[in-house]
């Protein structure tokens, strides 16, 4: 049964950092991993989706890279932004299943 | 792109009652939705999942005479709190799939809150 954590669970930081968000799975066989944002309150965002035949994406400040080997992808933040603060989410899709396991997110606080 | 609608967004109701919940693609078609809830500070958990004209395939520990769910068209999904009760209140969050594509991406609405007084 595939697994997804994410460290650490809170991080807060000065506005212009560059962050490294984690996320862990347990089970490699992967069909793809995507990074989520969330609002308080709100939905989820798509940020990056990582096919399993893919080391890494990017959009804009943001890049995410996968490594099935050891089960981890990572979320790159550059120049942080009191805007960026949220809670980011990273989720798994296996092979022949629609379903996607969530991690237990990282509540992100960028101040001024 | 995609968009996925939920509503009401935020109901409040007395234990004992049924509330339903609607989730709608608005642009495209979905033979496949998702329910999930999420506590507060914790992560999204399955609850079901919803194919259009069939019964929905609910997971472990979620029951399904409590949580009823009918996804009667290509762009609809009702979730149904039968005898609500606190808790059941939570954030409910569903999200489809586009009929006929890859399957890579969901799409997910913005969340319901329902609180059971």
């Not at chain 2, 399957?103 to 329902?114: A, D, M």
Request: hydrophobic fraction near 35%; include cysteine.
């Amino acid at each position: 049964k595939q697994e997804v954590t994410q460290i650490p669970a809170a991080l807060s930081v000065p506005e212009g950092e560059n962050l490294v968000l984690n996320c862990s799975f347990t089970d490699s066989a992967i069909y793809n991993l995507q990074w989520f944002r969330q609002d308080p309150g709100k939905g989820l965002t798509s940020l990056l989706l990582i096919q399993s035949s893919q080391r890494e994406q990017t959009s804009g400040r943001l890049n995410a890279s996968l490594d099935k080997s050891s089960g981890r992808s990572t979320l790159y933040i550059a120049a942080s932004q009191p805007g960026d603060s949220a809670t980011y989410l990273c989720a798994s899709k296996g092979w022949g299943t629609d379903k996607l396991i969530f991690g237990t997110g990282t509540r992100l606080q960028v101040f001024p | 792109g995609a968009v996925v609608s939920q509503h009401p967004s935020r109901v409040i109701c007395k234990s004992g009652t049924s509330v339903k919940i609607e989730c709608r693609s608005l642009d495209f078609q979905a033979t496949t939705m998702f329910w999930y809830r999420q506590f507060p500070k914790k992560s999204l958990m399955l609850m079901a999942t919803s194919n259009e004209g069939s019964k929905a395939t609910y997971e472990q520990g979620v029951e399904k005479d409590k949580f009823l769910i009918n996804h009667a068209s290509l762009t609809l999904s009702t979730l149904t709190v039968t005898s609500a009760h606190p808790e059941d209140s939570s954030f409910y969050i569903c999200s489809a799939i586009l009929a006929g594509g890859p399957g890579i991406e969901q799409f997910f609405g913005p969340g319901t809150r329902l609180t059971v007084l």
